[in-house]
C-alpha cells in the first residue's frame, strides 16, 4: 500500500543519549519522522525503545539531545502549559493499555475530553465516544468496565482513547505484544486504517514482524541502544547484516 | 563509612526535597482553573463516609473503656463524679484526635497509597500526564483535601461517641441520668480544649493525604511496590502524627495552659 507522505518533518530527534547510572540506554540517536509516515522502530526487548518514546513526550528527561516536535524543542520548553499543548497533539498507546481500571470504557473516553479539551457539551462528548469505539470495533462496550474486556478489547479500547484527542503523532508502544496472532494482526490492521483516517503520523515500537510488515513505511533497528539499520520492509528483510536479518527469519 | 554517611544524608535530603516539591505542586494545583468538584465530593465521600463506623465504633469503646478503667480509682478518693468531665477532657484534647488519626492513617493512607501506587504501576498515572491532563489535580489534591475536610469531622464523631460510651461505662456499674453526665462533661470542657485540638486534626488530616498520596505516587515499577508503599504510608503518617501531636501540646501548653 503506499500512502501519501509530506516532506515535512512533525519529530526530529538529534544526538540523543540517555543513561539510567552506568546504563548507557539511549548513544547517539538521529531520527526523523515524516508527516503522515509510519515508522516501525524493531529492536529486541531492553534496548531502549520505550525510553525513546517517552522522551518524545517529556516522561524521561534525556541526558543531552535535542528533540524537536513540530518545531518545537521539547526539552527546554518553558512551562507546563506548553508542554500540556504539545502532549495533547499526541497520542501515547501504553503497552498495558494503561485504561483507568476504576472508570467505565464511557468514563475512560470522557476523561480526556472533559480535562484536556474541556468539552462540556454531553452532547458532543457522547458522539465523539460513539464514534471513536465503532472506529475501533468497540460500539457496544460502552458502560463496560476494563476489567470485563478481552486483551485485544483492552487494546482496542486504549487506542479509543489515545484517538480521541484526534492527535496528530500516535506513539505505540508495543501495541500488539501479549495478543494471539489473529488479533495482532487486527491490531496491526487497526493501526493503519486509524493512519488513513486521522492522517496521523506514527512511531511504532514492535518486535512484532507481521505488525512491521502491515503498518511500516520505514523500518530502523536499534540495537544497544544505536540504530544500526534503516529502510523498508523488503530492503531490510534482503540486509547483509545478520542481525538484522535475524528479525525476519 | 564517611561515604556511607554521605549517601545516606544525600539520600535524606533528596527525599526531603522531593516531598517539598510534591506539596508544592499540591499548593499550586488547588488554586488552578478546573477543581475536580465531583471527584473531592467521592473522595470526602470514600474517606469520611466509608470511616464513619470504625471511627465511631472505636470511640464508643474508647469513652467506656476509659470510664470502667479509671471509675475504681477515682471511687477510693469519692471522686467518682468527676469521671465525666475526665473522659470529656482527655477525649476531646488527645485520645479522640490521636485515636481517629492513627486509625485513618491504617485505613485511608495505605488505601491511598494502594490506590495510587497500583496506578503508578499499570502506568495509569503516566497516561494521564502524557494525555494532556493533570493527575495531580484529579489525584492528588481531591484526595489530600478531602482528608483535610473529613479528619476533623470523624474526629468530631469519635470525641461523641467517646461521650455516649462513657455514660454507658458509667451505667454499667452505677447510675447516673443522661442530663447529669453530659452537663458535667460539657462543664469540664473549655474553649481552650476545644479549639487546639480541632487545629492540629487538620494538621493530621493534611499529613495522612499526603504522605498516602506521595508514597503512592513515587511507589517504583513492580507489584510489590505496591504493597510497599501502602505500608509504608501507614508507617510514616503513623509517625508523623505522633510528632505533630507533640509539637501540638508543647504548643498548647505554652500558648494556652501558661
Redesign the interface.
Known sequence: MIRIMDNENVIEIKGLRKSFAKNEVLKNINLSLKKGENLVVLGKSGQGKSVLIKCIVAMIEPDEGSIKIFDKEITTLGNDEELKNLRMRIGFLFQSGALYDSMTVRENLEFPLNRVLKIKDEKEIEERSKEVLEDVGLGDAMDKMPADLSGGMRKRMALARTLIEKPEIILYDEPTTGLDPITSKEISELILKTQKKFHSSSIIITHDMNCAKITSDRIVVMNNGEFIAEGTYTELENSNDDFTRSFFN | MASNIRSGLKNILESIGDQAAFFSSFIKNIFKS?FEWNEFGRQCYTIGYRSFGIVALTGFVLGFVLTLQSLPTLKQFGASGFVPSMVSISVVREIGPVITALICAGKVASSIGAELGS?KV???I?????????PVQ?LVVTKILACFLMIPLLTMVADGMAFIGGFAGINATSSMSAILYFRKSFDGLDFSDLFPAVIKTFFFGLTIGFVGCYKGFNSNKGTASVGLAANSAVVTASVWIIVIDAIAVQLTSMLVYN
Open positions: 478546573g496506578m499499570t502506568e495509569q503516566d497516561s494521564m500526564e502524557v494525555s494532556g491532563a493533570n484529579y
